[in-house]
Nanobody, 122 residues
Framework: VQLVESGGGLVQPGGSLRLSCVAS????????MSWYRQAPGKERELVAT????????KYPDSVKGRFTISRDNPKNMVYLQMNSLKLEDTAVYYC????????????????WGQGTQVTVSS
């Protein structure tokens, strides 16, 4: 399993970024895909999920209305469009596949990519 994230950078509050993730080593279209983020000193947080064929998306309240997840199954890619960025969105962002465990989502694989740093600062 390999997950390679890109697209992060430094952006001012209110700005936008589009993150990309290319996946390999597993049957991409069979899995719900997701984006997590981890800020310094904090636990990793699930910020977006998308169903296998893109029909369903979920977001926590902290990013709802600002972030949009999408996927391209033939390319094994998942994207995260982030608009109206806030200082508190600063984190390393990771993509991964999910599975359901006791009705709750959790990462399917132990492997994580290197992530992509998003820094929101004026």
């Amino acid at each position: 399993v390999q997950l390679v994230e890109s697209g992060g950078g430094l952006v001012q509050p209110g700005g936008s970024l589009r993150l990309s993730c290319v996946a390999s080593g597993f049957s991409f279209s069979s899995y719900v895909m997701s984006w997590y983020r981890q800020a310094p000193g904090k636990e990793r947080e699930l910020v977006a999920t998308i169903s296998q064929f893109g029909a369903g998306e979920k977001y926590p309240d902290s990013v709802k209305g600002r972030f949009t997840i999408s996927r391209d199954n033939p390319k094994n890619m998942v994207y995260l469009q982030m608009n109206s960025l806030k200082l508190e969105d600063t984190a390393v962002y990771y993509c991964t596949a999910l599975e359901s465990y006791n009705g709750l989502p959790r990462p399917r694989f132990d492997a994580w990519g290197q992530g992509t740093q998003v820094t929101v600062s004026s």
